[in-house]
T-cell receptor
């Protein structure tokens, strides 16, 4: 199993551009999460999903959208990127009540 | 606002010493507590979970939970330079079955050889 994978690893966007951060897991986990981590801070939950077709907002959802059409994939969409969205984004899935994280995507919006 | 607070650090200990990391949380119904280790530029790695009051030991790591005081701690015995990292406390605030976690800001630990 590859665990939780994320692409891309790095990305630079211009203000107003859009992009999709990809997250996939091959462990058939139902629960998946998107977090962002700003420098010197803990992780903040953006969106989460408890299964295909079911998503819900976390603590900081503004400026983001998600979809969950399959169990494996949980993409995060940024529309109209803003400098405040410069951060490291982590995707996670649950196994036996414990969250395991992907390697992260470092996003810079200039 | 349901919060998780950690001692701000940074914390510096000599090699072989015990490192003590502390975390408090505001929501009394929280049921699940986790410690993650995060090396610079890497993703968080789960090192301990604890669900019941008392101590839980795993190798050099001991997690301690006191729900009455809303306090969870992590002790690292015989600290090694490889333990140098940021330690994140996470709480399943609200105790819900959706397993949403609230994280503290982390404590940077440096173990000096």
């Amino acid at each position: 199993n590859a665990g939780v994978t994320q692409t891309p690893k790095f990305r630079i966007l211009k203000i107003g551009q859009s992009m999709t951060l990809q997250c996939a897991q091959d462990m058939n986990h139902n629960y998946m999460y998107w977090y962002r981590q700003d420098p010197g801070m803990g992780l903040k939950l953006i969106y989460y999903s408890v299964g295909a077709g079911i998503t819900d907002k976390g603590e900081v959802p503004n400026g983001y959208n998600v979809s969950r059409s399959t169990t494996e994939d949980f993409p995060l969409r940024l529309e109209l990127a803003a400098p405040s969205q410069t951060s490291v984004y982590f995707c996670a899935s649950i196994f036996r009540g414990e969250q395991f994280f992907g390697p992260g995507t470092r996003l810079t919006v200039l | 606002q349901k919060e998780v607070e950690q001692n701000s650090g940074p914390l510096s200990v000599p090699e072989g010493a015990i490192a003590s990391l502390n975390c408090t949380y505001s929501d009394r119904v929280s049921q699940s507590f986790f410690w993650y280790r995060q090396y610079s530029g890497k993703s968080p790695e789960l090192i301990m979970s604890i669900y019941s009051n008392g101590d839980k030991e795993d190798g050099r790591f001991t997690a301690q939970l006191n729900k009455a005081s809303q306090y969870v701690s992590l002790l690292i015995r015989d600290s090694q330079p490889s333990d140098s990292a940021t330690y994140l406390c996470a709480v399943n605030v609200g105790g819900g079955s959706n397993y949403k976690l609230t994280f503290g800001k982390g404590t940077l630990l440096t173990v000096n050889p």
